[in-house]
């Protein structure tokens, strides 16, 4: 007959056992949680800085062209770029009412003084009745979507190939003075889309 004072003991040493094991797993899964939450965070950091680095080199390359890039290459598209990487935060506040008083103002201005309205001015006026018109479907699910960051990603890749195609070729748009920053921009620009793309889908 066995006694009951060592059957006890064996049942606390097990339950020591047990528990010590299972605080060991969860201490291990935590680690790893801990891991890979601050892999996704620096990640996810890392998307939202090229957001708006892309969105500056966008703005940057849109004022270069208005002012002294004058090349064939639809620029134009870079409208729909900035769009879509925009910032949140920016976005929102030129979809409010100070969007709307600049679309407002621009386009008094482009109706009763033609001649007095700059060229220069077309495409950032574009760009703001964009934000402000977007239907909100439209403005908070695309933009924010894999949709938005490929329709980023081929607009990108054009205007890397067409200026590449302009600048004589790829040596060429590294080493001529005048097409560096252009070339820097637009792998700028590039980039943004690639990197969100990745992590979207990993």
């Not at 920053?181 to 792998?187: C, K």
């Amino acid at each position: 007959m066995v006694k009951p004072g060592y059957l006890k003991m064996t049942t606390d040493s097990d339950a020591v056992d047990l528990l010590s094991s299972d605080l060991r797993e969860l201490g291990n899964a935590a680690k790893k949680l801990a891991t890979h939450a601050v892999k996704l965070g620096s990640a996810g950091f890392g998307a939202a800085f090229l957001q708006w680095i892309a969105s500056f080199a966008a703005i940057y390359l849109l004022v270069l062209d208005r002012t002294n890039w004058k090349t064939n290459i639809l620029t134009s598209l870079l409208i729909p770029y900035i769009f879509f990487s925009l910032p949140g935060v920016i976005f929102g506040f030129f979809r409010g009412d100070v969007g709307k008083w600049i679309a407002f103002i621009a386009v008094v201005l482009r109706l009763f003084f033609p001649k007095q309205f700059p060229d220069w001015l077309e495409l950032p006026g574009a760009l703001i009745l964009l934000v402000v018109v977007a239907p909100g479907l439209f403005a908070s699910t695309v933009r924010g979507d894999a949709i938005g960051e490929a329709i980023c990603l081929v607009i990108s890749c054009y205007l890397l190939q067409e200026h590449i195609r302009a600048s004589g070729g790829f040596r060429n748009s590294f080493t001529k003075a005048s097409g560096i920053s252009n070339t820097i921009g637009i792998i700028l620009i590039f980039v943004y889309p690639v990197w969100a793309l990745v992590l979207r889908f990993l």
